[in-house]
């Protein structure tokens, strides 16, 4: 799932109105932020095998630190704790931002063939293979992606321009990142895929580039 976790991240603003869109997508993208310097140390590793699903030609051969249930429950209370630490929030917003670290672990069982880990050290995978169709996979997290969305423009207006064009520019470069995802060529390596993957990086600054240009249309 990609879009699908921006969604959750994009809604959680409801929830969390004081958080800002920044630490929202850091939260939902956790795990996929994590993930390609593990790869890349050589902790974790991906390999490239189109038709492994329809969806995408990468296999996630071992993923445990990044991915498991186990791991993201750890990431979830390191979040939590360091916001609490640095921003003394309510205790609602840290659940909030704990719950969007946890939803990346749910969404990836969903979408991903049985590959998704419980735990480091431990053999047991599950996944339910939505990406066994592309039709019902683009279904899906298209609809997540216009709710998730919906909720955060109800939640937060533009203050300026830039609040408004730099919106936009996500959702529009999401969506063609998303397309490409789908229909593009075959990555050359596994490396390579890691290390493009860094650059997500980049989302998290513009999330919070985006929130600083709005304010909230509700009163907390």
């Excluded at 293979?129 to 683009?138: F, H, K, Q, V």
């Excluded at 109800?154 to 229909?183: E, M």
Aim: aromatic share 10%.
């Amino acid at each position: 799932m990609f879009i699908g976790h921006f969604a959750v991240g994009f809604g959680a603003k409801r929830a969390a109105p004081a958080v800002s869109l920044g630490t929202l997508i850091l939260a939902c993208q956790l795990a996929d932020l994590v993930w390609p310097t593990l790869v890349l140390a050589g902790v974790e590793h991906v390999s490239i095998a189109p038709g492994d699903t329809v969806v995408t030609p990468l296999r996630f051969d071992s993923y445990p630190y990044s991915h498991s249930l186990l791991a993201l429950a750890v990431w979830a209370a390191i979040v939590a704790l360091l916001y609490r630490a640095f921003k003394g929030s309510s205790t609602r917003a840290l659940i909030v931002l704990a719950v969007v670290v946890l939803s990346h672990w749910l969404l990836d069982v969903i979408t991903h063939r049985p590959d998704i880990p419980l735990m480091p050290a431990n053999d047991t995978r599950i996944g339910l293979n939505l990406w066994g169709s592309r039709a019902a996979t683009m279904a899906v997290e298209g609809l997540m992606f216009a709710i998730g969305l919906w909720l955060y423009v109800s939640t937060t207006r533009a203050r300026d321009r830039t609040g408004q064009y730099a919106l936009w520019g996500l959702v529009a470069f999401l969506t063609i990142a998303y397309v490409a995802n789908l229909f593009g060529p075959v990555p050359p390596s596994a490396m390579a895929v890691a290390g493009t993957a860094e650059a997500m990086w980049v989302l998290v600054v513009w999330g919070y580039w985006i929130d600083r240009h709005r304010e909230l249309r509700i009163r907390t």
